[in-house]
């Protein structure tokens, strides 16, 4: 067993629980948008830290393929994350402020 299998096993529960978490966040908290988002760029790197365990494990590499192009998605999906939480927060401290 590699040492790279196991950091790949605890990022991948890690991103487990915290998409379960992500999930389970209360709407008053966070902003339907912005739950959706967290939600999903989480996702990707549990899927990630999933196709990484499989192929580090020598199950399968089929989904290696696939795990570059996730990685791509990140950014996109952490940026329409903050947007919403800018737009929400900052902007009604700006207007409240009367700027």
């Known amino acids: 067993m590699d040492l790279t299998f196991i950091f790949h096993i605890f990022s991948t529960i890690g991103f487990g629980m915290a998409l379960l978490l992500a999930v389970r966040i209360q709407k008053n908290l966070l902003g339907h948008p912005a739950r959706i988002f967290l939600s999903l760029f989480l996702l990707i790197y549990f899927l990630i830290g999933v196709t990484n365990v499989l192929k580090h ?3 399968t590499t ?6 570059y192009f996730a990685e791509i998605l990140y950014p996109p ?4 994350f903050i ?13 409240e402020a009367g700027f």
């Open 77 to 80: 999906a952490f940026l329409f």
């Open 62 to 67: 089929y989904f290696d393929r696939f795990e």
């Open 57 to 59: 494990e020598g199950i």
């Open 83 to 95: 947007f919403p939480i800018f737009s929400l927060y900052i902007l009604s401290l700006i207007y």
